[in-house]
């Protein structure tokens, strides 16, 4: 377990959004509030992106009764010109490398979250645990390491075997004091600069962490691949289980990839959760739901079924 005993400190949560994933963050965070034991411990930190101050006083209003637990971090001072994008990866992902220097001096641990994400446990689980001396904490990304064409990739990309483990970089713990002390900005940012990885900073950090991070049960980071029970993942014994089990007790359901929750009315199974929370928050009046034009043609449907398939071999295999 964590050093500190309960009620030592302030949890400290980081997320990165622009003014199109602010509102998605606040329901992320509305969502971690609604499951926290002790909401008052739990303080947030939003490098934000050029959000307007309509946006940020609607966050502040969501957060009335916790004024002084949000913190709006300007990532102005980011060159991210060279970063290279793609998909619907925008260059604020990159913002997660740097927040050793965005974030105050006096926080040694923190838990970054992408935006596009549900919780559904009690955050202090997971920020209790044992990083054994690692800087960072992760999730293996099953979607990654089941893949013959992504192991080939990321071995010939980043000297990754990612047999051995590749995490998913939407939910990490990360000791900043030990990674103040060894510069590891300066090293991703050099990876970063040099290179168009497929998965953008998240195998920057699998290159330079590949031998010095702890795995976290997958129930913290359960991706599509996870959520939906991937043939490929039904296949291997032991990557089933973990995956059931993490379906099971789901702490954290990340929406990576094509399908994001507030792109489509309620579909149970699917993104109820989201509108929950959203029901809970400033931004319950806007316009729903945000289609992305990008992925106008992409049918719900289709995603349903994966989930009700899923539901299936989850009961078959349990």
């Not at 105050?104 to 596009?116: A, G, S, T």
């Not at 994400?117 to 209790?128: A, G, H, R, T």
């Not at 739901?289 to 349903?304: A, G, N, V």
Request: one cysteine or more; hydrophobic letters at 40%.
């Amino acid at each position: 377990m964590y050093k500190e005993k309960q009620g030592d400190s302030d949890i400290a949560i980081c997320f990165a959004a622009d003014e199109n994933y602010a509102q998605h963050a606040t329901v992320a965070m509305q969502s971690i509030l609604s499951h926290s034991k002790y909401p008052e411990r739990l303080r947030f930190f939003l490098i934000e992106d050029n959000i307007s101050e309509d946006t940020k006083n609607k966050i502040r209003l969501t957060f009335a009764d916790l004024p002084q637990k949000i913190s709006f971090v300007s990532a102005g001072q980011i060159e991210t010109q060279k970063f290279y994008v793609s998909g619907q990866i925008s260059k604020t992902a990159y913002v997660r490398i740097f927040l050793s220097e965005l974030l105050p001096e006096n926080i040694d641990r923190v838990i970054y979250l992408d935006c596009d994400l549900i919780c559904f446990k009690d955050i202090e689980q997971l920020w209790l645990t044992d990083l054994k001396d690692n800087p960072v904490g992760a999730v293996m990304d099953l979607g990654i390491m089941t893949s013959l064409k992504r192991r080939k990739e990321k071995l010939n990309t980043i000297g990754v075997d990612v047999q051995k483990g590749y995490f998913n970089s939407g939910v990490l713990l990360i000791d900043l004091k030990k990674w103040r002390s060894f510069n590891y900005s300066s090293e991703l940012l050099n990876l970063i600069i040099n290179h168009e990885y497929s998965h953008h900073d998240q195998d920057a950090l699998n290159a330079v962490f590949k031998d010095c991070w702890t795995v976290i049960p997958m129930q913290w980071n359960v991706i599509p691949p996870v959520y939906n029970l991937y043939l490929k993942i039904l296949k291997s014994k032991r990557y089933r289980d973990m995956a059931i089990d993490a379906r099971k007790n789901m702490a954290i359901l990340h929406y990576a990839g094509g399908y994001k929750p507030w792109e489509y009315k309620i579909y149970e199974g699917f993104n109820e959760m989201y509108y929950e929370m959203l029901s809970r928050t400033a931004f319950r009046h806007d316009a729903m739901p945000q289609l992305d034009m990008r992925r106008k043609h992409r049918s719900i449907q289709r995603q349903m079924a994966r989930i009700y398939l899923a539901d299936f071999w989850q009961k078959i295999f349990t």
